[in-house]
């Protein structure tokens, strides 16, 4: 199954609500996940809620779909298909290259189309190509994760964040579900951040436990972002589920 790793967590809990397990009641056992910035505890997640094993993919729509870069079994990486694309690594401010290992703004160009050749296209997606060489024996060069994008990083209080930075926290704990959303706001004088993360069916209805959950997620929130969030816990189907690619952050504020 190729899908968006929000969907496949939406598909998992759709699943479950019918009575199905997916574990038990399907074949499934590969997904292909992308689209959308995942951190790694979201693709454990996916795991574990479809009993499968998930390989992180890297494409898109300007270069024919999913056809990129790919992670081969050692997980170490995606493989750039060299045959097909010439990867540039750039700093997105100075536009000049990085060096190998250094994270910046990833660049295309086509090799072999025809109909459509891009040069120098700027996805405006954060990553870095991994120095040495991959166990697998496969000789084209690898990308690391992707750390966001240039243009979903958040300026906030003059410190720069991703949202895939407050998904990789949200995602260690068992009794948040995979839906939330970051609103950022101008309350007074002041730029301020709302995190709405809903709950998931392991939570036990306990005021004191709520109380506790909250006041660690939030810990944990600050010694990753450097300032502290306002954190929400809401039920299960209180946040909107999106057709698309799931809509993560809400920028409310009247910037001049």
């Not at 660049?107 to 166990?135: H, K, Q, S, W």
């Not at 948040?176 to 101008?186: D, Q, R, V």
């Not at 004191?208 to 600050?222: A, G, P």
Request: aromatic share 6%; hydrophobic share 35%.
């Amino acid at each position: 199954l190729h899908i968006i790793p929000s969907y496949a967590t939406r598909l998992a809990e759709v699943m479950y609500e019918m009575g199905l397990d997916p574990r038990r009641d399907t074949k499934l056992h590969t997904v292909c996940i992308g689209a959308e910035p995942h951190s790694e505890e979201q693709r454990h997640r996916i795991e574990q809620l479809l009993g499968v094993k998930a390989y992180n993919c890297f494409g898109m729509s300007e270069m024919n779909g999913p056809g990129v870069a790919f992670e081969c079994t050692e997980q170490n990486g995606l493989h750039i298909w060299e045959d097909n694309v010439i990867v540039e690594i750039i700093d997105p401010v100075t536009l000049k290259p990085v060096k190998e290992g250094e994270v910046g703004e990833m660049v295309l160009t086509t090799i072999n189309r025809e109909a459509m050749p891009l040069f120098r296209y700027r996805t405006r997606d954060l990553t870095c190509v991994l120095p040495g060489e991959c166990p697998c024996g496969r000789t084209h060069k690898r990308l690391a994760r992707f750390k966001g994008r240039s243009d979903d990083m958040i300026i906030l209080k003059g410190v720069n964040l991703f949202p895939i930075q407050i998904e990789k926290i949200l995602m260690q704990f068992k009794e948040l579900g995979s839906n939330y959303l970051i609103t950022i706001e101008t309350v007074g004088n002041n730029d301020e951040m709302l995190i709405e993360v809903e709950l998931s069916d392991l939570f036990t209805d306990d005021y004191s436990v709520l109380q506790r959950l909250t006041k660690e997620i939030t810990r944990q929130l600050k010694d990753e972002l450097l300032l502290t969030p306002h954190l929400k816990l809401v039920a299960k189907g209180s946040l909107p589920v999106q057709d698309g690619k799931a809509v993560r952050v809400k920028d409310l504020r009247k910037l001049c």
